[in-house]
């Protein structure tokens, strides 16, 4: 069992910051490989938007480069998408997800979502 709990969303102008985080709890049977932030419109499919995986190896979503940041502090089980230059498109709900293996299985889970709103 792996839990996800996210933070950090809210209402923002355009050009602002804000700073989600994503608390992983596994069970011992579970070794988190991979944490990644997924973001979704309504209507639309859900969206990679930036990925660290267990050796440190990071990837972003071209659309996001230079203006998000993903990062992860082991002691508190935690990953955080640091989001600068907010844009109105950048608004969506933004969900953690993240691989667990688990017997020599790979598993998916994905955490609540959190609600992002950029006005213009």
Not at 23 to 33: E, F, G, L, R, V
Request: hydrophobic residues 35%; charged residues 15%; aromatic residues 10%.
């Amino acid at each position: 069992q792996v839990q996800l709990v996210e933070s950090g969303g809210g209402l923002v102008q355009a050009g602002g910051s804000l700073r989600l985080s994503c608390a992983a709890s596994a069970s011992t049977s579970n070794i988190i490989i991979g944490i990644a932030w997924y973001r979704q419109t309504p209507g639309k499919q859900r969206d990679l938007v930036a990925r660290i995986n267990s050796g440190g190896g990071i990837n972003y979503a071209d659309s996001v480069k230079g203006r998000f940041t993903i990062s992860r502090d082991n002691a508190k089980n935690t990953v955080y998408l640091q989001m600068n230059s907010l844009k109105p498109e950048d608004t969506a709900v933004y969900y953690c997800y993240a691989e667990a293996s688990n017997g020599g299985y790979t598993f998916q889970w994905w955490g609540q979502g959190t609600q992002v709103t950029v006005s213009s």
